[in-house]
């Protein structure tokens, strides 16, 4: 494992959220919250992943289910060299490839994302193509809570414990929110972690903004021949105060008096 930089991390996030902002402010999008709850993993799990542009067979896969985080997942992919960060400037334009939901037609999405329940039977799949290939490489799946709630979660999750899948990795970005309202006043989903260890998963629980332990889960090996499930306590809209816990940011875009603001912000957290 390299060795933990704190201060990289922090700054690779940082630009995320900048360039994720302006993205979304520009194309009047939405999901600015989710996005900004997840970056913190991403900046990690890019980092550490072996993805390159030429997308190689052997690669690590990741699977993004909370699709909604398409500008993000975007920026990462173009900082892999994997598209072109010219790219970017097309998101959610007319007639461009680049939309607010993931689809495998842009280069490094390995699977459509948005339709909760849909990332990790993709997930899964790739593992156990890996174990019979014997391919090099994990499949990482990046998941809502929100997507607890689905039957095709459970299903799958049964599915790779039975087949001992321990090059599956699934990070829940646990921010207690979903489009309508807060998770457990939808369809309560505790306890999250027992559910999953009954179902026959390693469980590991961090704090999804804490970049040393998100380096940690990514990259610690399982012993128990087993998948695993890090599910990372997040904060809706983090890293900007009026977005944070403020779940009307899943689909409003922010006015200019806003994005201003909330780069400013930004701005300040690079000193």
């Known amino acids: 494992m390299i060795e933990f930089s704190n201060t990289k991390y922090k700054k690779i996030a940082n630009e995320a959220r900048k360039t994720v902002l302006r993205l979304i402010y520009e194309a009047q999008g939405s999901h600015l919250g989710s996005n900004f709850s997840a970056i913190d993993i991403l900046a990690v799990l890019y980092d550490l992943a072996n993805l390159d542009k030429d997308l190689k067979e052997d690669r690590d896969r990741i699977v993004i289910s909370k699709g909604w985080v398409a500008a993000s997942a975007y920026y990462f992919l173009a900082k892999k060299g994997v598209i072109s960060e010219n790219d970017l400037e097309t998101y959610c334009k007319e007639d461009s490839k680049y939309i607010g939901l993931l689809e495998p037609t842009v280069r490094g ?30 499949a990482f799946v990046l998941m809502s809570d929100g997507e607890m ?14 087949h001992k899948l321990d090059n599956l990795l699934v990070v829940v970005d646990k921010n207690d929110f979903q489009a309508m309202g807060k998770v457990e006043n939808i369809l309560n989903i505790e306890p999250l972690a027992g559910k999953w260890r009954e179902f026959g998963w390693e469980v590991r ?48 875009a922010p006015s200019e008096e806003e994005y201003k603001k909330a780069l400013n912000e930004l701005n300040g957290r690079d000193n």
Do not use: C
């Open 109 to 138: 999405i390995e699977a459509a994302g948005g339709s909760m329940g849909f990332g990790l039977p993709f997930g899964v799949g790739f593992a156990i193509a890996k174990k019979i290939k014997k391919e090099k490489g994990k």
């Open 149 to 162: 709630q689905i039957g095709t979660t459970w299903e799958s999750a049964l599915i790779a414990s039975h």
């Open 205 to 252: 629980e961090i704090d999804g903004h804490n970049f040393e332990e998100i380096e940690t889960a990514l990259t610690t090996p399982s012993d128990k021949k087993k998948p695993v499930i890090i599910i990372a306590k997040t904060i809706k809209g983090k890293g900007v105060s009026f977005l944070e816990r403020n779940n009307l940011y899943h689909y409003k």
